[in-house]
């Protein structure tokens, strides 16, 4: 009978048979101990890279490319990836068994006392004085070695993600890779050994207890990454103190980080904390690829460094004697417009397939924070959109509401943004996260939800059309890459077009449209700061606040060499608005107001815009920031926003109706009303100190 021919399929069913067969060897192999150890490690290392290599092409095999017909291929096809699936689980744990110690300290000292008894038992040594110089002879000696001390067992984990080494005593992993963990410490960096042998800290959050096996889709770089992690395990030998003590890794790691330009700093502290969103995470209580909120951490640990009532102050040249961003035409009297490199508005439209936290947990507020960024570090300010929520339908996110009056600053998904970096990765980074409490504990917390990148330019360098765009929801950080929210979301690609469809439907967005603004919000848009992220809505009372801080700082000071306390009130008070926006919203409606009552000479004449804009913000928010009665400012706390928000309204209401009583706005009598407390004054209120507030 004339031999059939073999399929691919049917190929690869013989190749997973011959590996099965030369496993099953090895193993037998082992307990008898046929051969050294080192000879069983190297054909453990072929076999695995064998089995890797099978695994690949068994992925890319697809019904078309049968010689002939085959009944339920896809059926065999998984059939024959579990069982390969699970010969890779097999040789991983082996290897890990048969690989050799790396050069750690808990290695060493079980090492010495090995030794030691070789010592007590044969005669025949000579180098008797230096017991850590002598080698282990079989097996149990060096699963000994490989165990840590004050474990009874090993600990498998199986990396969720590719980590790459950014210091000194850095493990360099790739998804997929097994890892035996050698020591556990509280700031989560885990010494982990390969099944190279090679030893080193991981963050315990890129690990997965057990064996599994995760695709793993490139290993192009997997030679670059066996070099480094070469010339790491010989720079760990000379650190072998340090890793008994986890702190003193993690402090000399801040230290190095310190210095680093890019944000990984405070990024690797949001990974590595051990707080309530690792609790949640080990309860399953949320998805797996949530993760603590990187921007909110730089928002809380950076000061003002990131907030919008930074990036609004003047910014000082090189040569310190003028300002790089703010100049005054001496013709018009008015802030000179400048044009930056990227300038673009955008509005966000809706998030949908978005997971949701599990139970155990009470969402108190779901938001985006959106801030330039370049792959590495942020570039501007970070500007924060709530969004609102459905409960008939709990994964759909949607901005700008409809509403009587004008529309808070927070929920306004109308946004701009002015940068003038050269970076050729330019873009939005949009974090989306929710404010959390605990019920059983009452602990508070911030998560990231997933993030999205739109990148501004196109590969030629060209700016991106004004269009809608529907941006892929990433779980994890924007330093993690190929990380999904839900372990339930298939990561296949699927073979039919209606699984595919379906699959698409899953997958979570962000709805981002870009469009272009009118001639008159162009106008004061080119006023602004060279970097700065905000509000559509907001742009006419910044564009105002930079005319003041024109006048105050080019026209009225003497000389520009003075740096004397400039008494202005609104110019002291005003950046604090950016980071209180309910007084924004107020001081948008007080002003609408006066604008309504303004004749058409009145709104073309600049001197008196002037005048009557301190005269509204003097006797609005100023009032309000320094009243005794306001409650402070806390973020997504239902209770406190609510006092705040009627306190505003029942104060500006009064306030407008004492000015329609006595005819005066913004006058002194406002203050000394015996109705209306202030706190009382100091001299930071009343006067803007330059060298302070540039930067």
């Known amino acids: 009978m004339p031999p059939k021919g073999r399929g691919p399929l049917q190929l690869v069913q013989r190749e997973v048979d011959e590996i099965k067969k030369q496993v099953d060897s090895l193993v037998k192999d082992v307990p008898s101990k046929d051969g050294s150890t080192e000879e069983a490690f190297r054909r453990c290392q072929e076999l695995q890279m064998w089995a890797e290599k099978t695994q690949k092409t068994l992925k890319k095999l697809t019904k078309a490319d049968e010689l002939a017909p085959v009944g339920n291929y896809d059926q065999r096809k998984q059939e024959e990836e579990r069982r390969l699936q699970n010969i890779l689980e097999r040789v991983n744990t082996l290897s890990l068994e048969l690989s050799p110690p790396g050069p750690s300290t808990a290695a060493g000292n079980v090492s010495k006392e090995d030794s030691e008894d070789d010592d007590d038992e044969d005669d025949d040594d000579d180098d008797s004085n230096d017991s850590n110089d002598d080698d282990v002879d079989n097996d149990e000696d060096e699963k000994r070695a490989l165990k840590p001390p004050s474990q009874s067992g090993p600990r498998i984990y199986t990396v969720l993600s590719d980590f790459k080494g950014e210091q000194e005593g850095d493990l360099t992993v790739q998804r997929g890779e097994v890892l035996r963990i050698i020591k556990m410490t509280a700031d989560g960096w885990w010494l982990a050994q390969d099944t190279k042998g090679n030893r080193g800290v991981v963050p315990k959050t890129y690990l997965k207890i057990g064996s599994g096996v995760v695709d793993d889709e490139d290993d192009d770089n997997e030679d670059d990454d066996d070099e480094k992690d070469d010339d790491e395990n010989e720079e760990e030998e000379s650190e072998e103190e340090e890793e008994q003590d986890g702190e003193e890794l993690t402090d000399d790691r801040q230290k190095q980080s310190g210095t680093s330009h890019s944000n990984w700093s405070t990024v690797r502290k949001a990974l590595t904390e051990i707080d309530t969103t690792d609790v949640l995470s080990a309860m399953g209580a949320i998805p797996s690829g949530f993760r603590p909120s990187t921007l909110n951490k730089l928002l809380v640990e950076e000061g003002v460094t990131y907030r919008g009532s930074h990036y609004i102050q003047p910014q000082v040249s090189q040569s310190q004697l003028s300002f790089s961003d703010l100049f005054l035409d001496p013709v018009t009297g008015r802030v000179r417009a400048r044009q930056v490199r990227t300038g673009v508005c ?301 306190f505003i309204y029942t104060t500006v209401d009064s306030l407008k109706h004492t000015q329609h009583t006595t005819g005066q706005s913004g006058g002194p009598e406002v203050f000394l009303d015996p109705m209306h407390q202030h706190l009382a004054f100091d001299v930071s209120e009343l006067t803007f100190d330059l060298l302070h507030e540039a930067w």
């Open 346 to 646: 955008f509005t966000l439209w809706s998030c949908r397939m978005i997971p949701t936290p599990g139970v155990g947990v009470q969402v108190l507020s779901r938001h985006v924070r959106l801030c330039a960024f370049d792959g590495t570090q942020v570039l501007s300010n970070i500007h924060t959109v709530r969004a609102t929520y459905n409960s008939k339908s709990s994964k759909t996110w949607s901005f700008s509401p409809r509403m009587t009056g004008i529309l808070p600053t927070l929920l306004d998904g109308d946004c701009f943004l002015r940068c003038n970096s050269a970076s050729p990765d330019l873009g939005i980074l949009f974090e989306l996260g929710v404010t959390f409490i605990r019920n059983s504990t009452g602990e508070r917390g911030d998560l990231s939800c997933g993030w999205a990148f739109l990148k501004l330019t196109d590969d030629t360098g060209n700016p991106l059309p004004n269009r809608t765009y529907e941006l892929p929801v990433n779980g994890g950080t924007p330093y993690e890459r190929d990380v999904g929210l839900e372990a339930s979301v298939t990561r296949g690609s699927p073979a039919g077009v209606f699984q595919q469809m379906l699959q698409a439907r899953r997958q979570p967005k962000l709805i981002v449209k870009l469009k272009s603004a009118n001639s008159r919000t162009r106008e004061q848009l080119s006023l602004l700061p060279d970097t700065l992220l905000h509000s559509l809505s907001c742009v006419h009372l910044l564009a105002l606040h930079r005319q003041l801080l024109a006048d105050t700082l080019l026209r009225d000071r003497p000389t520009m060499q003075n740096a004397d306390l400039i008494c202005s009130p609104v110019l002291s008070t005003f950046p604090v608005l950016l980071d209180q926006p309910d007084l924004l919203d107020a001081l948008r409606s007080a002003w609408l107001d006066a604008e309504t009552n303004m004749s058409r000479a009145q709104k073309r004449d600049p001197s008196y815009i002037k005048q009557e804009f301190v005269k509204v913000y003097l006797s609005s928010v100023y009032f309000l920031l320094h009243s005794p009665s306001l409650p402070c400012h806390r973020w997504a706390d239902p209770p406190s926003e609510e006092q705040r928000a009627r």
